[in-house]
């Protein structure tokens, strides 16, 4: 039986709440997240460290704590965990920010944290509020921003995921990186 359909077994055995589902998943979702966190980070620009393992750490203790998943496929497991990854992000962007106008320093130990340079960390707060805007005025092309930029999915697993035609989401996805450019840019 391939992989991927080990692993939607498993999320619909979590669905219906065996609690040893998570654990057995786990481990063959693994390397995908890693990979994703590694995507994540790659677009931080090279003026950063990040720990992968404790961004996937993260990841799983945030999946932990739900106690009722409604888990529709694998891509839709993916996409979850890589907008969980852009919120532990932004988080740790607007705490350097914070830090940077004189609030409190968090005491981390340095395995578990992004060091992000402060041009990227305002980047990323940018483009975190514009989404959020997008948002409001458009959820759909604000879900496949953060399903493809952020969540690292393809054309086709975003649709998937999105119930929605793979032309759809290329004429949105498009669209929305106009939109948000201009935004970010301040235009």
């Known amino acids: 039986m391939p992989i991927q359909e080990d692993v939607t077994e498993l999320l619909f055995a979590w669905n219906d709440g065996d609690p040893s589902a998570l654990n057995r998943l786990m481990p ?78 968090d005491n981390l130990p340095i395995d578990s944290v992004a060091v992000l340079s402060r041009q990227k960390s ?23 921003v953060e399903l493809r930029h952020f969540g690292g999915l393809s054309v086709e697993e975003t649709a998937t995921v999105l119930k929605i035609s793979q032309v759809t989401v290329i004429r949105h996805w498009g669209l929305a990186k106009s939109w948000l450019k201009r935004e970010v840019r301040g235009q």
């Open 122 to 144: 305002e980047e990323l707060l940018a483009l975190d509020e514009a989404l959020d805007r997008l948002s409001e005025l458009d959820p759909l092309k604000s879900r496949i």
């Open 28 to 105: 063959l979702v693994e390397a995908e997240l890693r990979r994703l966190a590694k995507y994540q980070m790659r677009r931080e620009g090279v003026a950063h460290t990040l720990q992968t393992t404790a961004l996937v750490n993260e990841v799983y203790l945030k999946f932990i704590d739900q106690k009722k998943a409604n888990w529709q496929s694998r891509a839709h497991f993916f996409a979850i965990a890589a907008k969980i990854m852009r919120r532990i992000l932004v988080d740790y962007a607007r705490r350097q920010r914070r830090s940077k106008r004189g609030g409190g320093v």
